[in-house]
């Protein structure tokens, strides 16, 4: 038996951009959404029984596949059987555009990650081509600026390979992500398996490199991005001046801003701020900057990111309505939906509505958590 390609899901509660239809159906043709309506279908679908239907979760920025492809420090799995596997996870996330965030550049000495990145870009692009994946995925390349390598790294990358979106990052210690060094310790303690001595040496090479490297490669990075026409994202921003750069950059998004300030000048710069799903679930940031929840009551928070947990972001939209009340689930759903699928020139995708993808997540609530029962990318049942 075939999967049809054209049916209605019915009795559903449909989260649409901007409202909520409480009982209504969909009809899919072909991948596409082809009408969407209130109460009774005009034939037989297949029925919801008054589950959730959103759209299928736009994701920018996770670096999960990490967790899949080093399941133990130093021990490096099969990159197809990794890909497969975080797919999987990612479908059942109910995530159907994934931007798989690639490191590129050193971000500490016992970081491996960077030297896989074409590696991993190589499996993740072999397994799309072959139809194995669930969900859509595209490329971010997380580069680290003051890396000595990052430039080398990224015209090796681009060399018959393509780039969606780069962030430019900058985790020098004292500054953005870890102005407070107790912080960038403790991070990077846990991280790297370094010795005290071997941290201090770590600090005063990582000064050095940026001093050295920040601005040149920042401006090389930036003109590689816009010959490429790759969305540029900025990192951490905390000053307003890091702001002011980001504009000039040209930046379609800021991730994880650090404080209050540099994320409301972002926004209305027009620059979509990205919070981490983890932050807001959590209720903080693991480094102790801004948090997500509170920039959604200042009503600067445009876009979440499941960063390093890919059910965090089902999760953080989901209870996002009840945390900040002047928040509605169709403006949560659309953080994780339609706007970074703008942030990312994806037009035909991020809403329930006619002509667009049928990308779809089926949910109904245990104890007010969402659980995903089916996902189904264009048309297709993935989950
Ligand atoms: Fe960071």
Same mark, same amino acid.
């Given at each position: 038996?075939?999967?049809?390609?054209?049916?209605?899901?019915?009795?559903?509660?449909? =989260?649409?951009?901007?409202?909520?239809?409480?009982?209504?159906?969909?009809?899919?043709?072909?991948?596409?959404?082809?009408?969407?309506?209130?109460?009774?279908?005009?034939?037989?679908?297949?029925?919801?029984?008054?589950?959730?239907?959103?759209?299928?979760? =736009?994701?920018?920025?996770?670096?999960?596949?990490?967790?899949?492809?080093?399941?133990?420090?130093?021990?490096?799995?099969?990159?197809?059987?990794?890909?497969?596997?975080?797919?999987?996870?990612?479908?059942?996330?109910?995530?159907?555009?994934?931007?798989?965030?690639?490191?590129?550049?050193?971000? !500490?000495?016992?970081?491996?990650? #960077?030297?896989?990145?074409?590696?991993?870009?190589?499996?993740?692009?072999?397994?799309?081509?072959?139809?194995?994946?669930?969900?859509?995925?595209?490329?971010?390349?997380?580069?680290?600026?003051?890396?000595? *390598?990052?430039?080398?790294?990224?015209?090796?990358?681009?060399?018959?390979?393509?780039?969606?979106?780069?962030?430019?990052?900058?985790?020098?210690?004292?500054?953005?992500?870890?102005?407070?060094? %107790?912080?960038?310790?403790?991070?990077?303690?846990?991280? #790297?398996?370094?010795?005290? *001595?071997?941290?201090?040496?770590?600090?005063?090479?990582?000064?050095?490199?940026?001093?050295?490297?920040?601005?040149?490669?920042?401006?090389?990075?930036?003109?590689?991005?816009?010959?490429?026409?790759? #969305?540029?994202?900025?990192? %951490?921003?905390?000053?307003?001046?890091?702001?002011?750069?980001?504009?000039?950059?040209?930046?379609?998004?800021?991730?994880?801003?650090?404080?209050?300030?540099?994320?409301?000048?972002?926004?209305?710069?027009?620059?979509?701020?990205?919070?981490?799903?983890?932050?807001?679930?959590?209720?903080?940031?693991?480094?102790?900057?801004?948090?997500?929840?509170?920039?959604?009551?200042?009503?600067?928070?445009?876009?979440?990111?499941? %960063?390093?947990?890919?059910? !965090?972001?089902?999760?953080?939209?989901?209870?996002?309505?009840?945390?900040?009340?002047? =928040?509605?689930?169709?403006?949560?759903?659309?953080?994780?939906?339609?706007?970074?699928?703008?942030?990312?020139?994806?037009?035909?995708?991020?809403?329930?509505?006619?002509?667009?993808?049928?990308?779809?997540?089926?949910?109904?609530?245990?104890?007010?958590?969402? =659980?995903?029962?089916?996902?189904?990318?264009?048309?297709?049942?993935?989950?």
């Amino acid at each position: 038996m075939t999967e049809p390609s054209e049916f209605i899901l019915s009795n559903a509660r449909i =989260v649409l951009a901007n409202t909520i239809l409480e009982q209504g159906w969909v009809e899919i043709s072909e991948g596409r959404i082809i009408a969407v309506g209130e109460g009774a279908p005009p034939k037989s679908g297949w029925d919801m029984a008054g589950d959730t239907l959103i759209p299928g979760l =736009v994701e920018l920025h996770t670096d999960h596949l990490e967790a899949h492809f080093a399941p133990r420090p130093g021990v490096y799995w099969h990159p197809k059987s990794a890909v497969l596997a975080y797919d999987a996870q990612i479908a059942a996330s109910g995530i159907t555009t994934v931007f798989d965030s690639l490191r590129v550049g050193q971000d !500490s000495r016992k970081d491996g990650f #960077s030297a896989h990145a074409e590696q991993l870009a190589d499996a993740i692009s072999a397994a799309q081509a072959q139809g194995l994946l669930r969900s859509e995925h595209f490329t971010h390349l997380r580069c680290e600026i003051c890396s000595p *390598d990052v430039i080398e790294k990224i015209e090796s990358y681009l060399s018959g390979r393509s780039i969606q979106l780069m962030s430019l990052n900058d985790h020098t210690p004292g500054q953005r992500q870890f102005r407070n060094m %107790d912080k960038w310790l403790e991070y990077y303690r846990g991280k #790297s398996g370094m010795s005290e *001595d071997e941290l201090q040496s770590f600090i005063v090479q990582r000064l050095d490199y940026a001093a050295k490297f920040a601005d040149e490669h920042h401006q090389k990075l930036v003109n590689i991005a816009r010959g490429h026409n790759i #969305s540029i994202a900025s990192h %951490d921003d905390t000053t307003l001046e890091h702001v002011q750069e980001s504009i000039l950059d040209g930046a379609a998004i800021a991730e994880f801003p650090t404080t209050i300030e540099a994320a409301a000048a972002s926004h209305s710069a027009g620059i979509r701020v990205m919070m981490g799903a983890p932050n807001m679930v959590r209720g903080g940031s693991h480094s102790g900057n801004v948090s997500a929840i509170d920039l959604a009551h200042a009503g600067t928070l445009d876009v979440l990111s499941s %960063d390093y947990v890919p059910t !965090s972001l089902l999760m953080a939209a989901w209870m996002l309505p009840a945390l900040a009340p002047a =928040v509605s689930l169709p403006a949560a759903i659309r953080m994780v939906s339609k706007t970074p699928a703008e942030a990312v020139n994806l037009q035909d995708r991020g809403e329930i509505a006619v002509g667009k993808r049928a990308d779809l997540v089926r949910i109904f609530t245990s104890d007010a958590h969402p =659980v995903v029962r089916n996902v189904w990318t264009m048309g297709k049942r993935v989950a």
